[in-house]
């Protein structure tokens, strides 16, 4: 079963009808169900996505709510995050002082890392992350707003 990661970014663009890669995220999330991907995240990123959806999007708690409702389906794991990937994150972060991204970012990347979820599909923008798979939508107005 293949095993694909995904971010706040691909969640929001889903869920929120307005962010301009709605429909990608839809066919993408579609082509998931279809090939029975094993969809995986971490509950910084369901913080992150819940609070995003709550704040941003037109759907305001409903889509939040629901959000919550559908990470709890048995298609999604959620990987709890470990004290050593929040110090691998911190890490990386220091290392990477010219990079923006966020605390939550890096922990995903580590997580992503540490259970091997590796690239078959879906691009990814960070310098050491050539080999892991994730729906991003990278160039979602979730992190543009």
Excluded: Q
Excluded at 3 to 31: I, K, N, T, W
């Amino acid at each position: 079963m293949k095993r694909v990661f995904v971010d706040s970014g691909g969640f929001f663009a889903l869920l929120a009808a307005e962010d301009r890669l709605h429909d990608h995220a839809r066919s993408l999330f579609s082509g998931a169900n279809t090939e029975r991907w094993r969809l995986v995240t971490t509950n910084a990123v369901v913080v992150e996505t819940y609070s995003l959806l709550l704040v941003r999007s037109r759907g305001d708690r409903r889509s939040a709510l629901a959000f919550l409702d559908m990470v709890s389906d048995d298609a999604y794991h959620v990987e709890r995050v470990r004290k050593r990937d929040d110090e691998r994150a911190i890490a990386l972060l220091r290392a990477h002082e010219d990079k923006s991204y966020s605390l939550c970012d890096a922990l995903s990347f580590v997580v992503m890392e540490r259970l091997r979820i590796m690239k078959d599909t879906a691009p990814w923008d960070w310098t050491r992350s050539s080999t892991m798979t994730t729906i991003r939508c990278a160039e979602s107005d979730s992190r543009r707003r």
